[in-house]
């Protein structure tokens, strides 16, 4: 296909990679919550399929292509919804009572009381989301299928962990509003500071995005048409994870300020000091 014939419509009709990988995980993800959860949680079930088909988007959509063959931007886009929207919706997606009765389950509860401290499910997250943008492994990651599957795991995974301690569907398993707020803001920031830095460095960190092979014909489009040069490529990309991203963060720092200034929630049960052994300690 030519330049003059590719438009915008036109790549987002004939753009879907419908891998089969992803299309068994994401309608596994799906039955399993029918199966598991009441039908009669209209609210549950609209968030859970939301956070499934925000996955599918991001995964088999035009997105994909354009992210893993020419544009960083569309890339930095894919990641954030990996780890800002796919991993709320799903655990706004889970009922109370669901969890509660899966916490019951003895290597469940064990497993949740392990992993629930704030400073090692931060880093996980932060330091996931840093070193994968490194460019030793973000260029193996373009240049090898696996190590992509990999990347996009440790996103779901690690910030599904994060975000749980802030939105677990049983409130006595988040961390306090001050400390979440806390959390927040310090994850945050690590994200704004990266945005900042692909903001303004100069381009070639990620040889693929300076000359695109070019196989379905869209350079012409991205380039001429759009204007999406390797410079204001990057630069888009790093405003997206600065100023979109950073208001995410700032909208849940702002829940948890108005759930501390409604009271809070109760201490966690039996752990009523997880927050001092970490070294979040509330305020």
Avoid: K
């Avoid at 003059?4 to 009709?13: A, F, K, S």
């Avoid at 979109?244 to 809070?264: C, D, K, N, Q, T």
Wanted: glycine share 8%.
């Amino acid at each position: 296909m030519t330049g003059v014939e590719m438009n915008g419509w036109t790549l987002l009709r004939t753009g879907w990679d419908l891998d089969p990988s992803v299309l068994i995980g994401c309608l596994m993800l799906a039955v399993i919550y029918v199966l598991l959860v009441p039908l009669r949680r209209v609210v549950h079930i609209l968030a859970w399929m939301t956070g499934v088909g925000v996955l599918l988007v991001a995964l088999v959509s035009p997105l994909d292509p354009l992210s893993d063959e020419y544009l960083f931007s569309a890339h930095m886009l894919q990641h954030l919804l990996l780890i800002l929207a796919v991993p709320p919706l799903l655990l706004w997606g889970i009922p109370q009572d669901s969890m509660e009765s899966a916490l019951r389950v003895g290597w469940v509860g064990r497993v949740e009381h392990r992993l629930h401290r704030p400073v090692l499910l931060w880093l996980l997250a932060t330091m996931t989301l840093t070193l994968w943008h490194l460019p030793a492994l973000y260029n193996a990651a373009l240049a090898n299928e696996g190590v992509h599957i990999v990347m996009h795991l440790m996103f779901l995974v690690t910030w599904t962990m994060y975000w749980w301690l802030v939105l677990a569907p049983v409130p006595q398993r988040r961390l306090p509003p001050g400390v979440a707020i806390l959390y927040l803001f310090s994850a945050g920031l690590v994200n704004v500071v990266l945005g900042i830095i692909f903001t303004f460095l100069p381009p070639g960190q990620y040889p693929q995005y300076l000359h695109p092979a070019d196989e379905r014909g869209w350079l012409p489009l991205l380039r001429g048409q759009w204007g999406l040069t390797p410079a204001v490529d990057q630069q888009w990309g790093g405003l997206l994870m600065w100023v979109p991203a950073g208001l995410i963060f700032l909208v849940a720092m702002l829940v948890a300020a108005s759930r501390w200034y409604r009271g809070g929630t109760q201490p966690l049960p039996n752990d009523s000091g997880v927050a001092r052994r970490s070294g979040w300690a509330s305020p």
